[in-house]
């Protein structure tokens, strides 16, 4: 057999393995900054690879530079699957995603937080301070502690960093005296990083950011991608690439997700109804 000819049913073969799988299935599949751009693509990327091996589904990671470049493009609906829990600002309904899965892990919260040896021992001492948020696009971390500012009539004056990880350094460089911020993401980066520190305040909790798709992307290639990733932790391989992502981040088990639709983020759609912020974006 010629060596073109074997090249030929290798790549055939390849091709195969993945059920269903196709040349032209490709999508873009971006993820709201929470994180550094080399961190989200260590946790991510490892997944998308083992969806692609499983389904013939090809998910390309596209990442911004700070949330609200991130929020920006899926507005435009510019993705045609997002890792975000933004989606459901009235701002950004617009494009029509749809939530096909949620993670396992616990609820995520929004807390207002200090340092270990600050002198700030209670909400009421923030008053007429500066204080540290993500970014105006962060849900739980600029607008459910924004919104219980609000409430209290306690005035601050937002700083932001960004992301996640980008206020939590200006908190632990001393910059800001409080921050807004994800809780299970501020305890993760408080371990890797060594800060100590104590929550003023912690939100009632919302289920953690979910997957969404596109109304555009064929319901075969939705359906496809939702079943490898919810299949992932039954999975003997996609188990071990889950916790490896996990370890990267300081994820606690349990990883991988479940099958969701829209109703199960009533609440944030409930949040945004009623919420006292005005300068979400």
Not at 89 to 108: F, W
Not at 150 to 172: A, C, H, S, W, Y
Not at 247 to 271: C, I, K, N, R
Request: aromatic share 10%; no cysteine; net charge neutral.
């Amino acid at each position: 057999m010629a060596p073109w000819i074997k090249l030929v049913f290798a790549a055939l073969i390849a091709l195969s393995a993945a059920p269903g799988a196709t040349a032209a299935e490709s999508y873009s599949f971006g993820v709201l900054s929470q994180r550094s751009a080399i961190l989200t693509a260590q946790y991510w990327n490892p997944i998308l690879d083992h969806v692609f091996r499983r389904s013939g589904i090809r998910l390309e990671l596209k990442i911004a530079r700070t949330a609200p470049e991130s929020n920006t493009a899926t507005a435009a609906g510019e993705y045609d699957f997002v890792y975000s829990n933004t989606i459901f600002q009235p701002s950004m309904a617009a494009p029509g995603y749809q939530v096909i899965l949620r993670p396992k892990t616990e609820a995520i919260t929004g807390q207002i937080v200090t340092l270990e040896e600050s002198p700030v021992r209670t909400l009421a001492d923030l008053a007429g301070r500066e204080v540290g948020f993500p970014s105006q696009a962060a849900f739980v971390g600029y607008a459910v502690p924004m919104d219980h500012l609000l409430r209290k009539e306690i005035p601050v004056t937002p700083v932001f960093g960004g992301n996640q990880e980008g206020i939590m350094g200006q908190l632990k460089a001393g910059k800001v005296i409080a921050a807004g911020v994800n809780n299970q993401v501020m305890r993760a980066f408080a371990a890797r990083e060594g800060v100590k520190y104590r929550v003023l305040w912690d939100s009632a909790a919302f289920h953690n950011i979910p997957i969404a798709v596109h109304p555009r992307v064929p319901e075969a290639a939705a359906r496809a991608v939702r079943e490898a990733v919810a299949a992932m932790e039954s999975d003997a391989e996609g188990a071990k690439v889950l916790e490896a992502s996990g370890a990267l981040v300081g994820q606690a088990p349990p990883y991988g997700f479940h099958a969701a639709t829209q109703a199960d983020y009533a609440s944030y759609v409930e949040f945004y109804r009623t919420t006292l912020v005005k300068d979400i974006k």
